[in-house]
């Protein structure tokens, strides 16, 4: 394959697949001047609710503002602890810094690399407001078992559900298993806008009037603002794109199992690779295709699959307690010994819908050959 560029994930191909219908709603929109809370803003908050069985979709204007909207709506305040996962995106952790709490981060199981019940469980205080499990990779966290733990100590279930748009725990949607949850519509995930974008998901009607009041300066009557809010709502271009791309979600998410499965067979004689799996009750939606290798070649291999034309990436290589802006949790090196071995081992390779099996085998044969000459 001469030339090769095979992306992480190919945004111009689903543009292309979806710029007729586009293009039509940009053109409503601009003659509509419907640029704030028009048609299409409504039209997506019921359709993707309606979509994840949840009583009340909230667009804002990125994950990170839903994060922190989940999490004031539900009653998390300053001084307060949040427990998630070391090894998530640091906007999981600032949007507890945000609030004014103070994020707990704890280990992860060993196989998934899912926040371990058990970890989170050691970690409960009395100041614990909050567990902020994360559907990292696609997968469903294990919230049936987390759920239990919050209930005994009084907090909430925030789900942080950027990453699995329409993956399913035990028969439920991803985003409908805690009090709310907050996910993020960047270009890259499952469901991307064509920009940033956001949504806080919830069955408490309670919770989403306070989403919505939080989300627009905290007023529901022009220029009567109840609480200290901020500007943070789904514009309606990115809720246009959003609308053509939800009708092909469940079939876009149905050719990223088919491209994880072929992966599988495709990698399954490949030595010393570590190759993902699905934990029972977890229906995944592949929004990444993390492998795991030594981590003394790693990096290696990275360079080589890039230099090959394969975009292949790290999610992430730095736990969250090691990063520079949260050096003040005090967590060193060793403190999540599980999320930091990972982290040195861990290796996304391209999966989207519009992946082919010929690009597939490309990466195989490169990844084999990289990790022979690593």
Known sequence: MSGVNIPLVDLAA???EVDEEVQAGLKEVFAMTSFIGGPAVGVFEADYAMALSVAHCIGVGNGTDALELAMRA????AGGEV???ANTFIATAE???RIGAVPVPVDVDPVYLLMDPERAAEAVTSKTQAIVPVHLFGQTAFVEQLQPIADDCGAVIIEDAAQAQGARRNGRFAGSLGIAAG??????KNLGAAGDAGAVLTNDDDVAARVRLLGAHGSVVKYQHEAVGMNSRLDTVQAVVLNAKLARLEAWNERRWDAAARYARLLSEVSDVLLPSSAPGNEDVWHLYVVRLPASVRDGVMSAL???GIGAGIHYPVPVHLTKAFTSLGHGEGSFPIAEQSAREILSLPIHPHITPEQQEYIAEKLQAAFTWS
Request: glycine share 10%; charged share 10%; hydrophobic share 30%.
């Open 183 to 188: 996910t993020s519509f960047y270009p890259g």
């Open 95 to 97: 949007a507890v810094s």
């Open 83 to 85: 427990i998630l996962p």
């Open 74 to 77: 539900s009653g998390v305040e």
């Open 14 to 16: 689903q543009q292309e």
């Open 306 to 308: 890039n230099h090959a």
